[in-house]
């Protein structure tokens, strides 16, 4: 079974500090991706990597940056985090091609203050 | 614009009944669309992929239907159980994972 772990289930972090969100997976997965999730609204897809050291935007980039240094570890940072970043983080991982699905970590519920 | 709109926003029924829950694109070209259950405190978990030949896939008690010409999908469970409490969502594909486009989710609450 594939197991996405993200570092921290709940974050409460103050404006201006920078904040590192890690995700891990055990399957070998060549896609890795992070999304946040806003009550009554699609997830939202921030950054996506189809590779080692190799990055994406998606479409609400701004404010976020993304590393992946191996294979299974993907972390996204927020630079200076705002009160408009609270929101739950969702990391996914894949194989390549339109019929695998995502498989996503439990979240984590980042609250900036 | 490629848009997934679901219907309705949340739903409440009774242990045992059946309901269906609705998803309507409007994503050109379309590759494929898939159902994720996500229960509360957890990460959405594929239920079905249904492609453009697929009229009618059926996951135990989940069937999910997809009329391509409407471009409307929908997701029917039979005989609900307390464990279907879950935000169901749609998703649909136009070409690859990149591009996915998601629905807001349909919040649904079976009661005993």
């Known amino acids: 079974d594939v197991k996405v772990t993200q570092s921290s289930r709940y974050l409460v972090k103050r404006t201006g500090e920078k904040v590192f969100l890690e995700c891990v997976q055990d399957m070998d997965h060549e896609n890795m991706f992070w999304y946040r999730q806003d009550p009554g609204l699609g997830l939202r897809l921030i950054y996506f990597s189809y590779d080692v050291k190799m990055k994406e935007k998606g479409d609400i980039p701004e404010g976020y940056s993304v590393s992946r240094e191996k294979k299974e570890r993907f972390s996204l940072i927020l630079e200076s985090a705002s009160t408009n970043q609270t929101s739950m983080y969702l990391c996914a991982s894949s194989r390549t091609g339109p019929r695998y699905p995502l498989h996503f970590g439990n979240g984590t519920r980042l609250t900036v203050t | 614009k490629n848009q997934v709109e679901q219907s309705p926003q949340s739903l409440i029924i009774l242990e045992g009944k059946n309901c269906t829950l609705q998803?309507?694109?409007?994503?050109?070209?379309?590759?494929?669309l898939r159902w994720y259950k996500q229960d509360t405190g957890r990460g959405p978990v594929s239920l079905t992929i249904m492609t453009f030949s697929e009229n009618t896939k059926s996951n135990g008690r989940y069937t999910a239907t997809l009329d391509a010409d409407t471009k409307q999908s929908s997701l029917h469970i039979t005989a609900s159980q307390l464990s279907d409490s879950a935000s169901y969502i749609c998703?649909?594909?136009?070409?690859?994972?990149?591009?996915?486009?998601w629905g807001a989710g349909t919040k649904l609450i079976i009661k005993p």
């Open positions: 998703v649909v594909s136009p070409e690859s994972n990149y591009q996915l486009i």
């Open positions: 998803c309507n694109y409007t994503v050109s070209p379309f590759s494929n």
